[in-house]
């Protein structure tokens, strides 16, 4: 038998550094063999409701290049999006999965729009077992964007409803929706399941 190892496409986006002298390419499979590799998954993951444009943008010691992640839901909706009551379970979250070499050091940033962006919260964890594809990574950093007046202003996302929209707020079972009967300002978040009209 030969030396354990991993097949992979036959892609610039496959941009680690040394597999291209490594591994064998196979033109007419559009694949590589590259005996001796294997790659390290970890899960990023965010708000179910983060913005479906953000992308997670990763260099390191162990990248030649910058390797581009786009999140997902991990919700079986025939193609459709989460309803609103999958929308309150908080378990579910946008997931951004990145397969890299192990033992390397690694620096991420989100991205929203072509700006450097935050997505209210980040969690990591590895998916792979633990010593399955040697050390784990030296370094993973996800660097947030410079904090700004903005940013302390809201510390509670839509916190006043003035967009007019029920934004990052959920409620299980769904229910919640604009008014314009608002105590100050133009509108206030209310739910339908209220016995009579709530200003939340």
Not at 5 to 17: P, R
Request: net charge negative; hydrophobic share 35%.
């Amino acid at each position: 038998m030969g030396e354990p190892g991993l097949i992979v496409t036959d892609s610039d986006k496959m941009n680690f550094v040394g597999w291209d002298t490594e591994c064998t390419t196979h033109p007419e499979d559009c694949m590589k063999t590259c005996p001796g590799k294997c790659l390290q998954t970890l899960g990023v993951f965010t708000h179910i409701l983060t913005n479906s444009n953000f992308t997670l943008e990763i260099t390191g010691d162990e990248i030649d290049g910058i390797v581009k992640v786009i999140g997902y839901f991990d919700i079986e909706n025939d193609g459709e999006d989460p309803s609103p009551f999958q929308l309150t379970m908080a378990h579910f979250t946008r997931k951004f999965f990145v397969s890299l070499p192990p033992g390397g050091n690694y620096n991420a940033k989100f991205y929203l729009d072509g700006e450097h962006a935050w997505p209210t919260f980040t969690a990591v964890g590895y998916e792979d077992a633990p010593g399955g594809c040697g050390a784990n990574f030296t370094l993973f950093v996800i660097e947030r964007p410079p904090v700004t007046a903005d940013t302390c202003a809201n510390l509670i996302e839509g916190g006043d409803f003035e967009d007019g929209t029920t934004g990052m707020w959920t409620h299980l079972a769904d229910g919640l929706y604009m008014i314009e009967k608002a105590y100050a300002g133009s509108y206030a978040l209310t739910s339908k399941y209220a016995s009579q009209v709530t200003w939340l």
